[in-house]
Structure formats: C-alpha cells, structure tokens
Nanobody, 124 residues
Framework: QAQLVESGGGLVQPGGSLRLSCAAS????????MAWFRQAPGKEREAVSC????????DYLRSMKGRFTISRDNAKNTVYLIMDALQPEDTGTYYC?????????????????WGQGTQVTVAS
C-alpha cells in the first residue's frame, strides 16, 4: 500500500529547530515532486516548500525563506524539512505530499498523495 508518513514534529521553544521527515512506502519517490504544507488551527492549509524530483529546484513561502530548508534523499525514499528559528506562528500540522511530475509546484491541488501530518507546536 502506497503511503507517506511524516515524523519529527513536537513541542519546541521559540527560536528552536526541528527536522521533519516524510518517508514513502509502497512506491518510489524518484519520479515525484514533493511538497510540505501546513495548517494552523482555524486557518486554511498553505504551502511551505516544494522540491522537484531531481532535487535541484526548490521553492518556499516567502516567510520561510532563510529559515526552512527542504531536501530529499531518493535512495532513502525520504523528504526532509529542516525548520530553524521557529516562531509561534509556525505552529500547525505539517503534511507532506507527492505529485507525479518533474516540476515542483506550491499548488496543493496538483498533489495526489498526502500523509497524515505531524504536529508542530512552538511555545514557551
């Protein structure tokens, strides 16, 4: 069964860091562009970052640039999101998603497969 499983979320103090992982099983990520989305309580889901299948093109929501880094290890069938300088407004459920396309996009409707999410809470 094909699935995406996120991990690495948790409670962190403002200014702290987390590394999220998204592991795929049942299919290879080699041909998939990947993205991270998040949904804060009471807010709509928004794109955080995306990466193409080759890993040589990335994009970020403007407020994340310089703080978040997306990467992938196709040999491990895993995508990562390193989050630094976390702030309370970064709190939310973070989802990874896969799109069978070589072109990464920040549009959620392009993504066919989604994980269940991992909770990130930034609070003192």
């Amino acid at each position: 069964q094909a699935q995406l499983v996120e991990s690495g979320g948790g409670l962190v103090q403002p200014g702290g860091s987390l590394r999220l992982s998204c592991a795929a099983s049942g299919f290879s990520l080699d041909y998939y562009s990947m993205a991270w989305f998040r949904q804060a309580p009471g807010k709509e889901r928004e794109a955080v970052s995306c990466i193409n299948n080759g890993g040589d093109h990335t994009d970020y929501l403007r407020s994340m640039k310089g703080r978040f880094t997306i990467s992938r290890d196709n040999a491990k069938n895993t995508v990562y999101l390193i989050m630094d300088a976390l702030q309370p407004e970064d709190t939310g459920t973070y989802y990874c998603a896969a799109d069978l396309s070589p072109l990464a996009t920040m549009m959620d409707y392009e993504y066919e497969s989604w994980g269940q999410g991992t909770q990130v809470t930034v609070a003192s």
